[in-house]
């Protein structure tokens, strides 16, 4: 069965400090995965999007790696502001069909002063 | 650009009440989606469209409908509301498919329904 697993499933950090959240998919075929941030009461707004031979890509604080072996990806949060309190939804497409989406249940992170 | 727009914010129904909610886009999107999200669970598709015309159900389409008669615009209908429709509905629209990595997919701001 496709699935993404995502994890912590929360996190509290202080200001300043750098995080790192976790995704775990089953998806197969692979196409490429995606990182969304998703503030409190608005939707998710694209982060990155990594096709399997792209190994890192940034985005300002944000730099998601994906290691397409282990079907592992994560999302590194350099220096993290009050800003970046939100959840982190990792999605992976597929290459079959028109609804190749799956959807992890997201990392709620908040950052605290 | 306006992106995607979503009417309305919030809305409160009684079980069996019908009602539509709107979605537009206004970047020429061929693509576009209806998700429904609850606490604790993944974002979940319930229907879809490739284009104008074309529409196909997604994980979730019982008890709603959709239709495609233009490009701007998907509305999502409710037929006879129920309190397990209660959620967040959000539309989503992208130039092609998601498959290609390419393609970025970009989401309106949610609809709050409450259906008691």
């Known amino acids: 069965k496709n699935q993404v697993e995502q994890s912590p499933q929360s996190l509290i950090i202080l200001e300043g400090k750098n995080c790192t959240l976790q995704?775990?998919?089953?998806?197969?075929?692979?196409?490429?995965l995606r990182w969304y941030k998703q503030d409190t009461g608005r939707g998710p707004v694209s982060l990155t999007i990594?096709?399997?031979?792209?190994n890192t890509k940034s985005n300002g604080r944000y730099t998601a790696t994906l290691d397409a072996d282990t079907k592992q990806s994560s999302l590194h949060i350099t220096a993290s502001q009050l800003s970046d309190s939100a959840s982190y939804i990792c999605?992976?497409?597929?290459?079959?069909?028109?609804?190749?989406?799956?959807f992890g249940k997201g990392t709620r992170l908040s950052v605290i002063a | 650009n306006a992106g995607v727009t979503q009417t309305p914010k919030f809305q409160v129904l009684k079980t069996g009440q019908s009602m539509t909610l709107q979605c537009a886009q206004d970047?020429?999107?061929?693509?576009m989606s209806w998700y429904r999200q609850d606490p604790g669970m993944g974002l979940r598709l319930i229907h879809y469209s490739v284009g104008a015309g074309i529409t196909d159900q997604g994980e979730v389409p019982n008890g709603y409908n959709v239709s495609r008669s233009t490009t701007e615009d998907f509305p999502l209908r409710l037929l006879s509301a129920a309190p397990s429709q209660t959620s967040v509905y959000f539309c989503?629209?992208?130039?092609?498919?998601?498959?290609?990595?390419?393609?970025?997919?970009?989401f309106g701001p949610g609809t709050r329904l409450t259906v008691l």
């Open positions: 970047m020429n999107h061929e693509y």
């Open positions: 995704c775990n998919y089953t998806v197969s075929p692979f196409s490429n």
């Open positions: 990594m096709t399997f031979s792209e």
């Open positions: 989503a629209s992208s130039y092609g498919r998601l498959a290609n990595s390419y393609n970025e997919q970009f």
């Open positions: 999605v992976v497409s597929g290459y079959s069909g028109n609804t190749p989406l799956v």
